[in-house]
């Protein structure tokens, strides 16, 4: 998300004034907001947070820190519901689940998305240019983004974005790896989210993401929404629900400002030294997906790199994609494959938007 020119990590929210185009645009006060809170809040037959001590006295300091009614705030968390099923789709798959690129691969690339890739491209083609002419980022990358995260505003989830992030914010399970840390990140998500449905005169209790609350073609987080979102089709308002044209410039004003470089491949293909004795595999795995080697490195720790990639100035990292019971595939990252790491930490993921936009761009050029 954002996921972005070098002016992009300035803040968007000024112009971010809907979350969607069916918000309401008139609330003149708490107390109306309140009232559709209210109503919109039976939607869910979930336990509502009001009951819950943490989540009030958590209400009572947003409102605090970003000088908002305290009783709007009140009645918009104690209002939100409990989702029993958002924390256990949260929770890391088993340990011992091998994974499997072609398997994970064939979840995205595939005909029904490739046609919905195309359709989307020509209708948008003359905005894609645009984002790629004004951003440096390729119509390619977006195509793929959007596609992957919502087979193109097709699946955007069907949860309430404010019940989903409470949920996580207070009810964020205990068993995952990193439990404390993701609970602070959902609890500052639900600030944001509260913050900008706030001061835009949004019903926090209309939009719909995903479990995760994130929302829109491109699938932004609050944060991202507020930090990257962009009115991209000049008409004054932030839409990334109805406006392709703003999902397409908030996704490519996302990558610059998380490092994307104008020009730059996302990776190369990399094989071995036939001697596995100049293989040095731990080492150049240590790093993970960051960026870590120069070519003549990399090389030298017995990764043969093709043609343009012996070539490649920057650090690249050596990235693995198991195969299951198979051979794992390798390639080597650049700069740009890591920035788009950064809109879904995994390199799986990545490869998936690369391979979806280079799908289309095939289709649409046959």
């Given at each position: 998300?954002?996921?972005?020119a ?17 918000a309401?645009?008139?609330h003149?006060?708490g107390?109306?907001r309140t ?9 869910n037959?979930g336990?509502?947070?009001a009951?819950r ?6 209400a009572d300091?947003?409102?605090g820190?970003?000088d908002?009614d305290?009783?709007w705030?009140?009645q918009?968390i104690?209002?939100a519901?409990?989702?029993?099923q958002v924390?256990?789709l949260?929770?890391?798959p ?9 398997v994970y691969?064939?979840?995205?690339i595939?005909?029904?998305r ?9 209708d948008?083609?003359?905005t894609?240019?645009?984002a790629?002419r ?23 989830g069907?949860?309430r974005v404010?019940d989903?992030l409470?949920?996580?914010a207070?009810d964020?399970p205990?068993a995952h790896?990193?439990?404390a840390?993701?609970?602070?990140f959902?609890r500052?998500?639900?600030e ?10 949004v ?5 719909r ?11 932004f987080m609050p944060?991202?929404?507020?930090r ?5 089709d000049g008409d004054?308002r ?14 490519a004003?996302y990558?610059i400002a ?16 036939p001697?596995p004795?100049?293989v ?15 070519a ?14 012996a070539?490649h ?5 050596l ?9 794992p595939?390798?390639v080597a ?11 879904n930490w ?5 490869m998936?938007?690369?391979e ?6 095939a289709a649409?050029?046959?």
């Amino acid at each position: 998300m954002l996921k972005t020119a070098s002016t992009a990590l300035l803040l968007i929210a000024a112009c971010a004034i809907p979350i969607s185009a069916t918000a309401q645009k008139n609330h003149k006060s708490g107390k109306t907001r309140t009232a559709a809170t209210a109503r919109s809040a039976t939607a869910n037959d979930g336990t509502p947070y009001a009951t819950r001590a943490d989540a009030l006295q958590f209400a009572d300091d947003l409102a605090g820190r970003r000088d908002l009614d305290r009783e709007w705030v009140r009645q918009a968390i104690g209002q939100a519901r409990f989702l029993p099923q958002v924390p256990r789709l949260m929770l890391p798959p088993a340990k011992g689940t091998a994974k499997n690129w072609r398997v994970y691969r064939s979840r995205f690339i595939d005909p029904v998305r490739i046609r919905a890739g195309l359709r989307f491209w020509q209708d948008n083609a003359e905005t894609l240019a645009r984002a790629e002419r004004e951003f440096g980022v390729p119509a390619e990358i977006i195509v793929g983004i959007i596609g992957v995260e919502t087979i193109y505003g097709q699946q955007m989830g069907n949860f309430r974005v404010m019940d989903a992030l409470a949920t996580l914010a207070f009810d964020f399970p205990a068993a995952h790896p990193r439990a404390a840390e993701r609970t602070e990140f959902f609890r500052r998500e639900l600030e944001q989210f509260l913050s900008l449905t706030h001061r835009t005169n949004v019903d926090p209790f209309e939009p719909r993401g995903s479990y995760a609350g994130a929302m829109g073609l491109g699938q932004f987080m609050p944060s991202s929404w507020v930090r990257y979102a962009i009115d991209f089709d000049g008409d004054g308002r932030v839409d990334l629900f109805n406006s392709p044209a703003d999902a397409i410039g908030s996704v490519a004003n996302y990558f610059i400002a998380h490092g994307w470089k104008p020009g730059m491949p996302t990776h190369y293909s990399v094989q071995f030294d036939p001697d596995p004795a100049r293989v040095q595999l731990d080492e150049l795995l240590a790093p993970d997906i960051l960026p870590s080697f120069s070519a003549a490195s990399m090389q030298a720790k017995g990764a043969v790199l093709d043609a343009a990639g012996a070539q490649h100035a920057g650090p690249l990292a050596l990235v693995e994609l198991q195969n299951g019971d198979e051979a794992p595939s390798y390639v080597a990252g650049t700069e740009n494959f890591y920035a788009i790491t950064r809109y879904n930490w995994s390199s799986y993921y990545a490869m998936a938007v690369i391979e979806l936009g280079r799908e289309v761009a095939a289709a649409r050029a046959r």
